[in-house]
């Protein structure tokens, strides 16, 4: 029996309506796009009670909203939950029923992320006042963001350098982390803990004013404590739990800010700096502190005891919160040891925080959202799935997990044996209609290229040994552009970055920022003696040591193609996509894995797995890619 819910409200069905479902993982000719599961056509009847469900659409001069709204959905199938968290489209109205459509999957991320720019995110955390001690101790960041020298077209002299001209430099991981947990997604794979991933920096696309306001001294307006919080979980899943910490006043005024049910309600509009300090016994797992503001987290702090700081602004009714963020980790019980957990995912922590906050009044802010600008969400991280053959696929609720086409095609050990499944196999195909004997990727690059050190030279070639292909094709162009080296002195060869273009008024120089667009960098530490300074009247101070630089290294093409597309190149060289229909079970579809390879006896051959269509009496038309020895 068939069950289909809108918003917790079961739906009439035809008898014997057949809902049939297609799944889908990225495919084989772009592996960037997107996985979803979606529906055929289904119809409703125009029952009472579906009427009332619809909110009475289809009645004559009805002002239902429903056909513009997402409809959270589920769907059953003999109680086995098939989509627990999709949504419905109900696309037309006749006579006795309504016609609509279900979907699931990360269609859903690319849904929320639509039209949203890079600068939408809250920087809060990251945003501060430029000062030298700031500066310098931004070049030992590992994560967040780091000052890397660079010439970035603004003022230099010698082998002084200004440091109002140097410009902040997020790290991929922290931007790559921003996006998914500010849209209310958590995430895991191999590849964030890599180096390589780790490493790797995004340079701004936009200069900044450069205004020398000297800063005032901070003034407290109030400080609070939240009350003890404590939480545990132990299961079988790895999840993700927030706790709120209700606040109460301890010190400072009630008139900038009130408390409401444990939650800070501003009176005030302006700058203010917080400062979060927590004091979190974790016993086990991974936790950190939160502010939000509205709902978005302004500062994670994931320290055990440390004062963290985030510079914000806010309007007069905004809602500052403070919570503990938990997620389980994987504990492995050893029974010698007498352990308090048993196998499983874990955590256990009780934590107390304080939380300041201080007007603030002048001084040079760096905003990231005003670095960072005019680049759509989703085209950032398409593109980084591109670089790195990135795969990616819905597990529980918001949870996504990604993985490299590399890491899936070589994994046979964890493959899935489908031989006493398949009723038939129906057909073979080799074509690739789209791709060519030479796939290029491509970067972007300055204009007058031609003129410069560095030659054009990060684009990259995957090649397929195919006589049917066209000679040639783009298979796709990066969003980041690769920079050119200018030398200046001892320094050596330094990036340059043009973010800041000279102009002269009245003959005096003046810098005027300008938009490019963003790079993708490898974070390298040398060790420089140089002298610098901040503003024309600052004092000259002298560094000697390790400092924040970039490199191309590992950033070009080749370098992906050979370390993230080779399994995949092997795959497309002998190119056989084959047809099968297969019996799958309601369990099966709902278990459902694209990251793991499948397995039949019939050939003795691995499959990618690509596209499953299945139907209500139980057969499925399945496409997998079959991989080479």
């Known amino acids: 029996?068939?069950?289909?819910?809108?918003?917790?409200?079961?739906?009439?069905?035809?008898?014997?309506?057949?809902?049939?479902?297609?799944?889908?993982?990225?495919?084989?000719?772009?592996?960037?796009?997107?996985?979803?599961?979606?529906?055929?056509?289904?119809?409703?009847?125009?029952?009472?009670?579906?009427?009332?469900?619809?909110?009475?659409?289809?009645?004559?001069?009805?002002?239902?909203?429903?056909?513009?709204?997402?409809?959270?959905?589920?769907?059953?199938?003999?109680?086995?939950?098939?989509?627990?968290?999709?949504?419905?489209?109900?696309?037309?109205?006749?006579?006795?029923?309504?016609?609509?459509?279900?979907?699931?999957?990360?269609i859903n991320l690319s849904e929320k992320i639509k039209g949203k720019k890079l600068s939408d995110l809250d920087f809060g955390e990251y945003n501060h006042f430029l000062t030298e001690t700031l500066w310098l101790d931004s070049h030992s960041n590992t994560n967040g963001y780091t000052y890397p020298f660079a010439d970035y077209g603004g003022k230099f002299s010698g082998d002084l350098w200004q440091i109002e001209y140097q410009l902040p430099a997020l790290f991929l991981s922290t931007l790559w982390d921003m996006i998914f947990t500010q849209n209310g997604y958590t995430y895991e794979g191999d590849l964030f803990e890599s180096e390589d991933f780790k490493r790797k920096i995004i340079t701004p696309n936009k200069g900044l004013d450069v205004v020398n306001i000297p800063p005032s001294n901070d003034s407290l307006i109030s400080s609070y404590t939240s009350s003890d919080e404590g939480g545990f979980y132990q299961g079988q899943n790895r999840v993700t739990h927030y706790f709120p910490m209700p606040l109460s006043l301890t010190n400072g005024s009630t008139?900038?800010?009130?408390?409401?049910?444990?939650?800070?309600?501003?009176?005030?509009?302006?700058?203010?700096?917080?400062?979060?300090?927590?004091?979190?016994?974790?016993?086990?797992?991974?936790?950190?502190?939160?502010?939000?503001?509205?709902?978005?987290?302004?500062?994670?702090?994931?320290?055990?005891?440390?004062?963290?700081?985030?510079?914000?602004?806010?309007?007069?009714?905004?809602?500052?919160?403070?919570?503990?963020?938990?997620?389980?980790?994987?504990?492995d019980y050893d029974p010698d040891f007498n352990d308090e957990y048993d196998e499983g995912y874990v955590y256990d922590f009780s934590n107390i925080a304080t939380l300041s906050l201080y007007e603030v009044s002048g001084g040079r802010l760096i905003d990231f959202s005003k670095l960072y600008v005019d680049v759509d969400q989703s085209a950032f991280i398409k593109s980084i799935m591109q670089h790195y053959g990135l795969i990616v696929s819905a597990t529980n609720g918001n949870n996504l997990k990604f993985l490299t086409m590399e890491d899936l095609l070589k994994n046979r050990a964890n493959a899935e044996d489908w031989t006493d499944k398949v009723i038939s196999i129906e057909s073979e195909n080799y074509s690739l209609n789209d791709y060519a004997r030479n796939n290029r990727m491509r970067f972007k690059y300055e204009e007058n290229n031609e003129e410069l050190l560095v030659p054009q030279r990060q684009d990259g070639n995957l090649f397929i040994d195919n006589e049917h292909l066209a000679e040639e094709k783009d298979l796709f162009t990066s969003i980041f552009r690769v920079r050119n080296f200018s030398i200046y002195n001892s320094q050596g060869a330094l990036k340059q970055i043009p973010l800041w273009k000279t102009k002269e008024t009245n003959g005096t120089i003046q810098y005027e920022p300008i938009k490019s667009d963003l790079s993708l960098l490898r974070h390298e530490k040398p060790n420089k003696i140089f002298n610098y300074k901040l503003y024309d009247n600052g004092a000259v101070s002298s560094y000697a040591g390790l400092i924040s630089s970039v490199s191309d290294d590992d950033c070009d093409f080749d370098y992906f193609i050979n370390n993230y597309y080779s399994e995949l190149t092997k795959l497309l060289n002998k190119n056989k996509k084959v047809t099968i229909n297969a019996f799958l079970t309601d369990i099966d579809l709902m278990n459902l894995s694209f990251i793991r390879l499948k397995y039949l006896k019939q050939t003795g051959k691995y499959y990618y797995l690509n596209t499953v269509k299945s139907n209500s009496k139980g057969t499925s038309k399945i496409e997998m890619f079959e991989l080479n020895d």
């Open 1 to 106: 029996m068939n069950t289909v819910t809108v918003n917790g409200k079961q739906l009439d069905l035809y008898e014997g309506e057949e809902i049939n479902l297609t799944y889908q993982i990225n495919n084989i000719s772009d592996i960037s796009t997107r996985n979803s599961t979606y529906s055929n056509t289904i119809s409703f009847p125009k029952t009472s009670r579906n009427i009332t469900i619809f909110e009475n659409l289809g009645i004559n001069g009805n002002t239902s909203n429903v056909p513009y709204r997402k409809l959270p959905c589920s769907y059953n199938s003999d109680t086995i939950p098939i989509i627990s968290s999709g949504y419905m489209q109900v696309r037309e109205t006749n006579k006795d029923s309504f016609d609509a459509a279900i979907f699931d999957g990360i």
């Open 255 to 331: 008139t900038s800010f009130r408390i409401s049910n444990g939650n800070i309600i501003s009176n005030y509009t302006g700058r203010i700096k917080v400062e979060l300090t927590p004091d979190l016994l974790e016993y086990y797992g991974g936790c950190s502190t939160e502010i939000l503001r509205n709902g978005n987290v302004v500062l994670n702090n994931r320290s055990l005891n440390t004062t963290q700081t985030a510079f914000i602004d806010v309007a007069v009714g905004d809602v500052l919160r403070v919570q503990t963020k938990a997620e389980s980790q994987y504990y």
